[in-house]
């Protein structure tokens, strides 16, 4: 099993601890309510874990290419200018 947070993941714990929580609620079942709410707590920490992790690589990625667009400008090195320039573009949308 990964440790890697995982936003499918994620969101399916979340709907499921929903769907629990809320046959908890019609039951009466207090440990149904109980881990329904857990497990949907959890699947929303995992989901908001899986979008921070993406956004800190992207940002990664968003610096390699102003990089190479930087120094392919001073080196004078229009491929790698040019290379950097669509590769930064590309991952900021």
Do not use: C
């Amino acid at each position: 099993m990964s440790t890697e947070p995982n936003k499918t993941t994620g969101q399916f714990h979340s709907t499921k601890g929903t769907v629990v929580e809320t046959i908890g609620n019609l039951t009466g079942a207090t440990s149904w309510q109980q881990s329904g709410r857990q497990e949907h707590a959890s699947g929303e920490a995992e989901v908001k874990a899986a979008e921070s992790k993406a956004y800190v690589e992207g940002a990664g990625d968003r610096i390699e290419g102003k990089k190479d667009s930087i120094v392919g400008a001073v080196t004078g090195d229009k491929q790698q200018q040019t290379k950097g320039k669509s590769f930064y573009h590309l991952i900021r949308r």
